[in-house]
C-alpha cells in the first residue's frame, strides 16, 4: 500500500512534498510495528525533545545564563591578533557572539552609541559595556581589560600555610587571654588568707534576680542587671561581672568555697580587660579545686527538668587534661562475695566515674578479681585501649554485668596490674607519661608489700588509688599503706553521694609534680558540646549548640609554705567556636567542592564538613561519640590512612585520590579527584588541611573593576554576601560590630575606615562580580514588569550565585506568595552560601555537562505544599575542564507548572490523524521523568514525586542497572546510628520477674533513704540505671553501607524487557536533552512483581573476633610534649583519709540494705 502510495505522490508532487510525506508516513509505520513490539522509541524521544525544548527555554530565559554567558565571553574571548592558549570550542563559539564583532561596544546586541544613556528597548549588553567602558576607545579598553583579567591556578601548599598562620594567630590570642588569668588568680590567692569564718555575699548563677515571696531578693541572689547580646548567642549578660555556679551537691556557704570565690572575685577585672582586648572572646572562666565555677560575662544558670544543676567543672574535659599529664589506668575491681549488693552498685558508680575522668590521651583498661582474675572485656587481656567515648561506653556495658561470688585474691590482680603497664609502656604505646593502679574493693588482708617490692619499688613510678567501699574500716589501714607507700591516695566512699567527690581526689595528686615543676601546660581540647552549660543557659538555637575547643591552664598555689604539697588552685580556660575558625578560611579559593579541615594529635576531626555531631530522632540530639570521630572515618577512601597519619605526625606536604562525595543529606553523590595539602599549626597539637578538586577546582578567575563602579552595583537590593564569608572583620573591634559585610567593605575600600581588617584580593573580585552580574538585575526587572511574560506565574524565582559568594534574586511573584519561602533563606541550609560549602544548587551543576540544566525537586518540599522544581546551570569562562566556573543562574518553578509542561509534551505524536498509539494517558502505560541519581520528579501518582525510582519501579530500575543505565555506588557511614533491640529484650527479661521487680524497687528506696540527697538520687543513681534500661528503640552508634545510584553520561536512550513469569514487559528510558533527566515509559499490562530498590542503609555486622581486633588496633597518635609523672620533692604523706559516718539513720539502714540487696 505504501508503494503505491509513492507512486502516486511522485506523479502529482514536488520532490520536496513527496520527502516530507514519506518521512511522516514512514514514522508511521515503524509506531505501528513499535506497538506490536513494545513502546515505539520515536515517539518517547518526540516527547523527551519536545518537554526538553520547551523547559530549557523557559529556564535560560528567566535565568539570564546566556545573558551572563555573553558578558563573560565579550570580557574574556581572544581577539584577532592576539595569542590565546584558550581556544574555545566549536559549541562553544556558535553559542556566543564573534570575537570579531565582541571587539567595539557598536557590535553588541541591541547597538546603540557608546556612551549614551540606555534607552528604553536598548539591550542591557550594551548599556553595560557602555558604563564600563565610559569614554576610552575600543582599542584602549581591550588592552586594559587582557591585563586585569586572567586565570590563575591554585597553589595549595601556599593557600594551607597561610591558613595555618591565621589559625594559630587566633589560637595565640586566647591563650594569652588564658596567661593572663593565671597570673592574676595566682597572685590573688598569693595574696589571700584562708578565714573559716568568712562570710561574703556573691552572685550565685541560679539565685541571681530570684526573689522570696515577699519579693525580697533571696540570699545570694542579688539584682544583677542583664542584657541581651548578639555575641553570646542572644543570651542576656553582664559585660561588667562574672557570676558563681555550684554543683547542687554541695553547699553554697562552704568556709572553703566562700574563700576561694573571694579571692577570685579578682579575675573580674582581667576578664573585661581580655573581652575589650580580644572582643571574639566569648566565654572565660575558672573552674576551682573546689567545686566551684566563675564565668564571665554573667548569666544566669536554670535547673533541668529534675531541678538540679549536674554541672561539675571538675568533670570537665579541659579542667582533667589541664590538671594532669596523659595516663595508663589499670582499675581493679572486687568481684568477691562480699562486694554483693549495695557495695557492688558503689563499686560499678566508682568505676564509671573514673572512666570520666580519663581522656583521649589516656589509655585504661578493667581487671575484676575474685579467686582468679578476669578481664572485663576478656578480649583486651594484657593490653590497654585510648580512653575514647567509644571504648569507655564498651566497658560501662560490661560492667553491668559483673556479679560478686568467692573470695578475693588481690596479690594476683596487683601483679597483673604491674605486668600490663609495664609490657605496655615498652611496646612505644599508650600515653608514654603516668600510671596508675585504682583500687575499688570492700577490704584488704594483707599489705602486699612483696608485690610492691618486686614491682614497683624504688622508683614507684606506677601510683596506687586505694577506693574503700562501704562503712567498715577494718581493713582501712591496709588499703591506706598501699597508697601512701606508693605516692597514691586514700578514700572510703560510702554512699553513692560520696562517689564524685572521692573520685576527683585522685586528680590532685596526678597533678603535684606539675604544680611542683610550675609548668603552667597549655592544653586544647577536641571539639565538644558542653551540653549541661547549654541546658543551664537554656540555649535555643534551632541548629542545636555549637562545637567548640576549650584553651586551658592549670591555677597553681605559689605559698612557699605549700609547695611541696602541688597544691592545685583550679583551671582557667575560654572557649573557642570551631565557627569562628571556619570564617578564616578563604572559601572563595577553595572552590565549588573544595574544604578545610583540622584534626587533633589523636587524629580526631576537630573541623570538617562531613562531621555530624547531631542525628535527628524527632528532634536534634547530641551523638554520645561526636568528639572522638577520626578523620579515617570520613575520609574513609583513604584505606591505608596515608592522609591521616601525615597529619597526626604534624608534617607538611600533598596527597591525592579519588574520593565520592555526598550532597544533598546524603542521597546524591558526586565522583571527582581531591588534591590534599596540610601542614600543623604552631603553638597547638592541631593540623589543618586543605582539599582542592581536581579540573575546576584548581582553578581561579581574577578580574579587576574601579571601585567607584563595584561599589555602585554591590549596593543594590538586589545584592547579598554570604553570611559565614568573611569580608571585612567586624568582630574584633566593638565599634564594627553593627556594620554589614556589604557597609564594612564600602568604608574600607573608600579608606574611612583604614583599621578594618579586610580581605582586599576578595573584595576586589566581588566587586567585579558585582559590576559583571549588574546587567542580570534589569534584565529580570523587564521580564518582571513584562505582564505577557509568566502570566501563570510559574516561575517565581531567578537567583544567581558567584565564587565570591555574591548572590542575586529577583522575585517573579510577591514573597507571600512563594511556594518554598524558605529557599535561599537561614532555614534552606544546603541552598545557601555556607561556612564551609557552596549551595547545593551551584555544586551540582558545576558537574554537568557545560550548556545544560540541572533539575531537582529539594527533598522536604515534594510532599507538603512548597513543591518547587529548581533549575540551575554552571556558568564557566570556557569550555574547557581546566576552566574556572565562575558563578551558577537558576530559577525557581511551582512543581505544579513544570508537571504541566510534561504532560502538555507527552500529548505530541507523530499519526496525521492526530490519533497517537500511546500516550501517557492510557491506563497501560506508565510515564515518569527523573534525574540522574534516579528520583522521581513528574508521575502520576503525586505522592510518589521526590521518591527513589527503584522504590516504586524496582524491576526496571534492577533491569537498568543490568544494562548499565545507571551505576549503584555503594557508600559508607562510620557516625551512623541503628536502632538497638538486643539491648532493650535483655532489660525485659530483668524486670519481667515479679520478685524481681519488687526487690529492685525496695533497694532503691533503702539507698534513697541512706543517701538523703535528691541531687544524688537524680543525677548519679539514674544515670546508672540508664545504661542498664534503655528505652526499647534506643539509638546507638553504627556502621552502615548504603547505595547511590547515578546514572551512565554516555547512554543517551536505550529499551528494555523484563521477562516475568507469563508475559514480556517493556519500557523505554530517554533522556532530555540539555538536561540530567530521563523520561522512562513503563507498559503497565504486564504484571511484574519485583521487590523494590532501596536505599536504605544496612548495619555492618561484625562477627566477634573482628570487634575483638578493632578494638585492639591502636591507629597512630602524636603524644603530647609535656609529661610530669612524678617529682622528687613531692610530700607523699598527703595521701588520705577515712570518711566517718554522716548520720544514725545510716547505721541503722545498713542491716536492712544487706538483706535486701544482696538476695
Known amino acids: 500500500m505504501f508503494g503505491n502510495w509513492r ?30 513490539q513494545g513502546i515505539p522509541l520515536s515517539v518517547v524521544k518526540l516527547w523527551a525533545s519536545a518537554f526538553g525544548g520547551e523547559i530549557k527555554s523557559i529556564s535560560a530565559k528567566y535565568s539570564g545564563s546566556q545573558l551572563l554567558q555573553k558578558e563573560l565571553w565579550t570580557i574574556t574571548a581572544p581577539r584577532p591578533g592576539t595569542n590565546s592558549s584558550s581556544e574555545p570550542s566549536a559549541s562553544a563559539k556558535g553559542s556566543r557572539m564573534n570575537p570579531k564583532n565582541a571587539a567595539c561596544p557598536g557590535a553588541w546586541e541591541g547597538g546603540g552609541t557608546r556612551g549614551s544613556p540606555r534607552k528604553y528597548g536598548e539591550s542591557f549588553q550594551t548599556a553595560y559595556r557602555k558604563r564600563l567602558l565610559g569614554s576610552a576607545t575600543c582599542s584602549e579598553k581591550y588592552k586594559e581589560l587582557e591585563k586585569s583579567v586572567k586565570v590563575e591556578e591554585i597553589d595549595g601548599v601556599k593557600l594551607v600555610k597561610n591558613l595555618a598562620v591565621k589559625m594559630e594567630e587566633v589560637f595565640r590570642k586566647k591563650a594569652d587571654a588564658t596567661r593572663r588569668l593565671v597570673e592574676a588568680a595566682e597572685e590573688a590567692h598569693h595574696q589571700h588568707e584562708d578565714n573559716p569564718e568568712l562570710q561574703y555575699e556573691y552572685f550565685n548563677a541560679v539565685l541571681i534576680n530570684e526573689v522570696d515571696e515577699e519579693g525580697n531578693n533571696v540570699e545570694l541572689g542579688g539584682e544583677f542587671l542583664l542584657e541581651p547580646n548578639n555575641h553570646f548567642n542572644n543570651l542576656s549578660v553582664n559585660l561588667s561581672l562574672s557570676v558563681v555556679q555550684v554543683p547542687t551537691n554541695m553547699y553554697n556557704k562552704d568556709p572553703d568555697i566562700v574563700n576561694g570565690v573571694y579571692w577570685s572575685e579578682a579575675l573580674n577585672k582581667v576578664f573585661v580587660d581580655n573581652f575589650e582586648r580580644d572582643p571574639t572572646l566569648i566565654w572565660q572562666y575558672f573552674g576551682s579545686a573546689k567545686g566551684f565555677f566563675r564565668q564571665y560575662p554573667g548569666v544566669k544558670w536554670y535547673p533541668d527538668k529534675h531541678g538540679v544543676i549536674g554541672f561539675d567543672c571538675r568533670n570537665r574535659k579541659w579542667y582533667i587534661q589541664a590538671a594532669t599529664s596523659p595516663k595508663d589506668v589499670v582499675i581493679l575491681v572486687d568481684v568477691s562475695g562480699s562486694m554483693k549488693g549495695l557495695r557492688l552498685t558503689i563499686a560499678r558508680q566508682t568505676v564509671s566515674s573514673i572512666l570520666d575522668t580519663l581522656g583521649e590521651d589516656d589509655f585504661f583498661n578493667i581487671i575484676a578479681y575474685n579467686q582468679e582474675v578476669h578481664y572485663v572485656e576478656p578480649c583486651l587481656n594484657g593490653t590497654l585501649v585510648r580512653a575514647d567515648r567509644t571504648n569507655k561506653d564498651h566497658f560501662r556495658e560490661h560492667l553491668d554485668r559483673l556479679f ?10 596487683l601483679a597483673e596490674a604491674f605486668t600490663i603497664l ?10 608514654l607519661c603516668s600510671q596508675a593502679i585504682m583500687l575499688v574493693t570492700d577490704g584488704a588482708t594483707a599489705m602486699y608489700d612483696d608485690v610492691f617490692e618486686k ?11 586505694s577506693y574503700l567501699i562501704g562503712r567498715e574500716s577494718a581493713f582501712a589501714d591496709n588499703l591506706k599503706w598501699m597508697a601512701c607507700a606508693n605516692k597514691g591516695y586514700f578514700s572510703q566512699i560510702s554512699t553513692l553521694a560520696d562517689v564524685q567527690e572521692n573520685v576527683m581526689r585522685y586528680l590532685h595528686v596526678m597533678s603535684r609534680p606539675k604544680v611542683i615543676d610550675h609548668e603552667h601546660d ?12 547549654s541546658q543551664a543557659h537554656k540555649l535555643k538555637d534551632k541548629a542545636g549548640p555549637s562545637l567548640m575547643t576549650t584553651v586551658a591552664m592549670p591555677v597553681f598555689s605559689t605559698k612557699n609554705e605549700t609547695k611541696n604539697q602541688g597544691i592545685l588552685l583550679g583551671v582557667v580556660g575560654t572557649d573557642i567556636p570551631l565557627q569562628e575558625l571556619m570564617k578564616l578560611i578563604p572559601k572563595h579559593m577553595l572552590g565549588i567542592h573544595g574544604y578545610a579541615f583540622a584534626i587533633t594529635n589523636n587524629g580526631y576531626i576537630l573541623s570538617h564538613p562531613d562531621l555530624r555531631p547531631l542525628y535527628q530522632d524527632g528532634q536534634k540530639r547530641r551523638k554520645p561519640n561526636y568528639s572522638s570521630v577520626d578523620l579515617s572515618e570520613v575520609e574513609w577512601e583513604d584505606k591505608d590512612d596515608v592522609l591521616r597519619n601525615a597529619m597526626v605526625n604534624r608534617r607538611t606536604g600533598t596527597f591525592s585520590m579519588e574520593v565520592k562525595r555526598t550532597v544533598d543529606r546524603g542521597r546524591r553523590v558526586l565522583k571527582m579527584h581531591n588534591d590534599y595539602y596540610y601542614t600543623d599549626i604552631k603553638g597547638t597539637p592541631f593540623s589543618v588541611g586543605v582539599a582542592l578538586s581536581r579540573g575546576h577546582g584548581k582553578y581561579f578567575f581574577r578580574g579587576n573593576v574601579s571601585v567607584e563602579a563595584g561599589l555602585r552595583d554591590l549596593e543594590q537590593p538586589d545584592v547579598a554576601l554570604a553570611d559565614e564569608w568573611t569580608y571585612c572583620n567586624t568582630e574584633e573591634q566593638h565599634e564594627h560590630r553593627h556594620l554589614t559585610q556589604i557597609q564594612a567593605i564600602k568604608l574600607f575600600m573608600t579608606g574611612r575606615r583604614t583599621h578594618l581588617k579586610c580581605d582586599r584580593e576578595l573584595i576586589q573580585e566581588v566587586l567585579f562580580d558585582a559590576v559583571v552580574t549588574a546587567p542580570l538585575e534589569a534584565y529580570w526587572t523587564g521580564l518582571a514588569l513584562n505582564k505577557s511574560e509568566n502570566s ?38 544546603e541552598g545557601v552560601f555556607n561556612a564551609d560549602h557552596f549551595p547545593l544548587w551551584y555544586k551540582r551543576a558545576a558537574e554537568q555537562v557545560t550548556g545544560t540544566f540541572l533539575y531537582s525537586v529539594p527533598f522536604g518540599t515534594a510532599f507538603d505544599n512548597k513543591s518547587v522544581v529548581l533549575a540551575s546551570t554552571a556558568i564557566q569562562l570556557l569550555d574547557d575542564r581546566k576552566s574556572p566556573i565562575v558563578a551558577a543562574v537558576g530559577i525557581q518553578m511551582k512543581l505544579e507548572f513544570f508537571q504541566r509542561k510534561f504532560w502538555t509534551a507527552c500529548r505530541q505524536c507523530t499519526a496525521l490523524d492526530g490519533k497517537c498509539s500511546i500516550s501517557c494517558d492510557h491506563a497501560d502505560i506508565n510515564c515518569y521523568l527523573i534525574d540522574n541519581n534516579a528520583f522521581i520528579l513528574v508521575t502520576e501518582e503525586q505522592s510518589q514525586t521526590g521518591l527513589f525510582f527503584g522504590e516504586v519501579e524496582g524491576a526496571v530500575m534492577n533491569k537498568l542497572l543490568q544494562m548499565g543505565s545507571f551505576k549503584r555506588i555503594p557508600l559508607y557511614d562510620y557516625q551512623a546510628f541503628c536502632r538497638d533491640y538486643a539491648r532493650s529484650s535483655d532489660s525485659a527479661r530483668t524486670l519481667s520477674d515479679p520478685f524481681t521487680v519488687v526487690k529492685w524497687l525496695l533497694a532503691e528506696l533503702v539507698i534513697f533513704l541512706l543517701e538523703f540527697n535528691l541531687y544524688s538520687w537524680w543525677n548519679v543513681d539514674l544515670s546508672v540505671k540508664a545504661q542498664r534500661f534503655r528505652h526499647k528503640n534506643a539509638m546507638v552508634p553504627c556502621d552502615t553501607e548504603y547505595p547511590a545510584f547515578v546514572s551512565e553520561r554516555t547512554i543517551k536512550e536505550t529499551t528494555g524487557n523484563i521477562d516475568c513469569e507469563d508475559c514480556i514487559r517493556s519500557f523505554v528510558i530517554q533522556q532530555i536533552p540539555s538536561s540530567n533527566l530521563f523520561m522512562v515509559v513503563v507498559d503497565n499490562k504486564c504484571d511484574c512483581s519485583s521487590s523494590p530498590v532501596t536505599m536504605d542503609p544496612i548495619e555492618i555486622m561484625y562477627n566477634e573476633s573482628l570487634k575483638c581486633d578493632r578494638l585492639k588496633f591502636q591507629k597512630d597518635r602524636k603524644k603530647p610534649e609535656s609529661c610530669h609523672p612524678f617529682h622528687p620533692e613531692e610530700n607523699a604523706m598527703e595521701c588520705g583519709s577515712a570518711t566517718r559516718l554522716s548520720s544514725p539513720l545510716t547505721a541503722a539502714l545498713l ?9
Open 404 to 413: 560478686a561470688k568467692g573470695i578475693g585474691l588481690l596479690g594476683d590482680a
Open 422 to 431: 609495664s609490657n605496655f609502656n615498652q611496646t612505644g604505646h599508650g600515653s
Open 522 to 533: 597549655t592544653v586544647w581540647t577536641e571539639a565538644y558540646v558542653d551540653t549541661p552549660l
Open 455 to 465: 614491682y614497683n619499688w624504688p622508683e614507684r613510678k606506677v601510683r596506687i588509688f
Open 7 to 36: 507512486i502516486v505522490l511522485s506523479r502529482t508532487c514536488s520532490t520536496s512534498s513527496f520527502l516530507l510525506i514519506w518521512i511522516l508516513v514512514g514514522l508511521r509505520a515503524v509506531e505501528v510495528a513499535g506497538s506490536q
Open 792 to 829: 501563570d506565574k510559574g516561575v517565581e524565582i531567578a537567583f544567581l550565585g558567584t565564587r565570591t559568594g555574591l548572590s542575586r534574586t529577583n522575585l517573579f511573584v510577591p514573597a507571600d506568595q512563594l511556594s518554598n519561602q524558605d529557599f535561599l533563606t537561614a532555614e534552606d541550609k
Open 1151 to 1159: 542491716p536492712l540494705i544487706a538483706a535486701t540487696v544482696s538476695r
